[in-house]
């Protein structure tokens, strides 16, 4: 393959599409995306189940819009949800 040696080479081609770290929704609020949108909802079921790969940067590390108060209660609804799906992996 071409690259550095003990570089992973995957044996499909990548996603061009964009990435958008929040989605927004009909009500206003945001939605963490975890990949383009063809890809997202599969992403995130695949790190609940397995958690991030090695290597990875948490998600976290974009920050919530900030444009509205229902944003707020978006990101809190999101923060709630986290804290459940941790407590589910680690009682």
């Known amino acids: ?3 550095k040696s003990g570089e992973k080479v ?3 081609s990548v996603c061009k599409g964009k990435y958008q770290p929040w989605k927004k929704l009909k ?5 963490r995306n975890f990949g383009c949108f063809r890809h997202s909802q599969s ?3 695949k790190i ?3 958690g991030l ?4 940067e948490s998600f976290e590390q974009w920050p919530y819009p900030k444009y509205s108060l229902s944003s707020q209660e978006g990101l809190a609804k999101d923060q709630l949800q986290q ?4 407590e589910k992996k680690y009682p």
């Open 1 to 3: 393959g071409v690259g």
């Open 10 to 12: 995957i044996p499909f």
């Open 27 to 31: 009500d206003g609020t945001y939605e």
């Open 43 to 45: 992403r995130k079921t």
């Open 48 to 50: 609940e189940s397995f």
């Open 53 to 56: 790969r090695e290597g990875w």
């Open 83 to 86: 804290r459940t799906r941790a």
